[in-house]
């Protein structure tokens, strides 16, 4: 479990986040949705023990991660937005960062290399090398999406029981996203805790157990997904009348809007927009359906 409480953190004079709190449930997928410079990463990093806190407190199982002990090290798999270039080699970037993992999983690591269609023998061209060993691959042997993989692949198998992953799915094609938002049901199902940061709502709005929106460096939403399908849903309409809405937006076809009350599906997208421009109402709606968490 991931436990952040009052947690702040400035970057020089600049908050990047203001006094957040949020507890993140092992066997769980939970979205970190918001603006650019909205705190996401920052979050992330957090929970990864790579920034220091203006204040506030972080537990991972009851670990805090700032103090970077090896234990709580060994517990926490990190996958940045951007890629560093020894990724281009799968094995050797394996074989120089395993030994630091305990429950290292090698015949995960093929198995998942092979769901994205990088096979684990694969090598490529490259162009010198880093201290210790590792290839640095030529430039275009390899995209960022194909480095992110190979990321993704070790993050899965590495044993931590904590998913902390910044835009996952920059740079994959649509079948990459598939499989990966399926190897990240397999980890929740497992147990482990799965934070992720992204922009892709539509393709997460499924997927999720909770959504943390942060706007500014604060906390404009924190809900369950169960509780915000009961709680509101998206009406299509042809004018701007009716209930009074949450959100809404002029359309070709009229006008959305997000009204209080269960519907069939959730529109994550619409949640989003609400967060920001409407947090207080939603807030209220929420409330009343035991929707904060």
Known sequence: MVVMDGVSVNYGHEPAL??????????GIHGILGPNGG??????????????????SVLNFGLDPGLRSAES???????????????GDPEGYA????????????VRYRATLDAFGIPAGERVRSRGFLPGGLRVPARG????????????????????????????????????????????????????VVLLATHHLREYDSLL???????????????GTAALSRSVHVERRASGG?????????TAMGHETLVAGPGDSLDLEAVYDAALENPEALAAVLSQNGGHR
Do not use: N, Q, Y
Not at 18 to 27: D, N, W
Not at 209 to 222: E, P, S
Not at 242 to 250: E, H
């Open 18 to 27: 203001g006094g957040v709190s949020a507890s993140f449930e092992p066997g």
């Open 39 to 56: 705190g996401k990463s920052t979050m992330l990093k957090v929970a990864a023990g790579l920034v220091r806190r203006a204040s506030g």
């Open 73 to 87: 090290l060994a517990d926490i798999a990190f996958v940045p937005d951007g890629v560093p270039p020894e990724l």
């Open 95 to 106: 074989r120089h960062r395993a030994p630091f993992r305990p429950a290292w999983d090698p």
């Open 141 to 192: 042997s390899r995209s960022h999406g194909g480095m992110k993989k190979v990321a993704l692949a070790f993050a899965l198998a590495c044993g931590a029981r904590i998913l902390l992953l910044d835009e996952p799915d920059a740079g994959l094609d649509a079948a990459s996203r598939r499989t990966l938002r399926s190897l990240l049901s397999e980890a929740a199902a497992e147990g482990k």
């Open 209 to 223: 157990d909770t959504v943390t929106i942060l706007d500014g460096g604060r906390l404009a939403l924190r809900a």
């Open 242 to 250: 009716g209930s009074a809405p949450l959100w809404s937006r002029r």
